[in-house]
């Protein structure tokens, strides 16, 4: 069973920019499809990105996900943030052998803890 934990969030302000990296233990990586979701006050948890290189609309083109698999890590890079975009964002995944789909909440099966992502405007 794999355990993720995130870190990476914080305070900045739009237009700036932040690194989230979810690091995984119990698990390598190469077996899991990984996934990023948030989730904003009062509304439901949505998917952001998934590996290999999968992204919501609303942050295609400024965000991206990659993998390092000696640290074992996962990160979502996020450029040209705005007010929108903040929110908890949640690391999580599930076993590649099954063919879920990618940008559904309950295809996953891990989650880490959550890290907050504030942008001011």
């Known amino acids: 069973q794999v355990q993720l934990v995130e870190s990476g969030g914080g305070l900045v302000q739009a237009g700036g920019s932040l690194r989230l990296s979810c690091a995984a233990s119990g698990g390598f990586l190469t077996r899991y499809q990984m996934g990023w979701f948030r989730q904003a006050p009062g509304k439901e948890r949505e998917f952001v990105a998934a590996?290999?290189?999968y992204c919501a609309d609303s942050v295609k083109g400024r965000f991206t996900i990659s993998r390092d698999y000696a640290k074992n890590t996962v990160y979502l890079q996020m450029n040209s943030l705005k007010p929108e975009d903040t929110g908890v964002y949640y690391c999580a995944a599930y076993d590649s052998f099954y063919g879920r789909s990618y940008y559904s909440k309950g295809a996953y099966d891990y989650w880490g803890q959550g890290t907050q992502v504030t942008v001011s405007s």
């Open positions: 590996s290999s290189a």
